[in-house]
């Protein structure tokens, strides 16, 4: 079955203890991206990667990092955990198609809350 | 700055009527735009997409319209079922843009009442 999945699918932790969000695809995918949603805010972009080694910032970067070290995996990282990073996290894949756009996959969400 | 806005965060209609959304946007090299559906404790799934050369395209009981000289898109659904009921976001992208990333809407949340 096709899918994008996430771990953990919900976390509480403490500000400042490091945690790592895992997303993997079996697409066979070349890009994939991370989004949070917010009340309000609707989903914005976090980070985005081309293919393996390749990633970029998007909207909202801050407080954040990627690596894009197999093509399948793309885990987020968050150093040094704050409260306004609650928030509910989604990894998307999709294939880059002939305009550059294409339908984008979504693992079902992990849930954050930074304590 | 909201480059993409759905101004009604939430919309309620009876069964069987149409159900219209509403997305505007503010960045004219947006030239593709898509409709995703999301039920609560799972991801989006895709919907509906429509390239800017189109300003209808159409699947099933799911129909995009774009004005593109009024930046404004809307999504029917007729006739609206209670399966329908789920936030619906409206994304856009620009594919020249670095990225080709998408700018996601606010969403809004759709009840179809039995």
């Known amino acids: 079955e096709a899918q994008v999945t996430q771990n953990p699918r919900y976390l509480i932790t403490v500000t400042g203890k490091k945690l790592t969000v895992t997303c993997s695809q079996n697409?066979?995918?070349?890009?994939m991206s991370w989004y949070r949603q917010d009340p309000g805010l609707g989903l914005r972009q976090i980070y985005y990667s081309m293919n393996v080694e390749v990633t970029d910032k998007g909207d909202v970067p801050e407080g954040y990092k990627v690596s894009r070290k197999e093509k399948r995996n793309f885990p987020l990282i968050l150093e040094s955990p704050s409260p306004n990073q609650t928030s509910l996290y989604f990894c998307a894949s999709r294939v880059t198609g002939t305009s550059g756009v294409g339908e984008q996959f979504f693992g079902p969400g992990t849930r954050l809350t930074v304590l | 700055d909201q480059q993409v806005k759905q101004n009604s965060p939430s919309l309620s209609v009876q069964e069987g009527r149409i159900s219209i959304l509403n997305c505007d946007y503010t960045?004219?090299?947006?030239?593709?735009f898509l409709w995703y559906k999301k039920y609560p404790a799972e991801g989006p799934t895709f919907l509906i997409s429509i390239s800017s050369i189109k300003d209808k395209n159409e699947d099933g009981r799911f129909t995009v319209f774009l004005n593109k000289s009024a930046k404004h898109l809307s999504l029917h659904i007729v006739p609206s079922q209670p399966g329908d009921s789920a936030v619906y976001f409206c994304a856009a992208s620009a594919a020249a843009a670095s990225g080709s990333r998408l700018t996601f809407g606010e969403g809004t949340q759709l009840t179809v009442n039995p």
């Open positions: 697409m066979n995918h070349e890009y």
């Open positions: 960045n004219s090299m947006f030239d593709y």
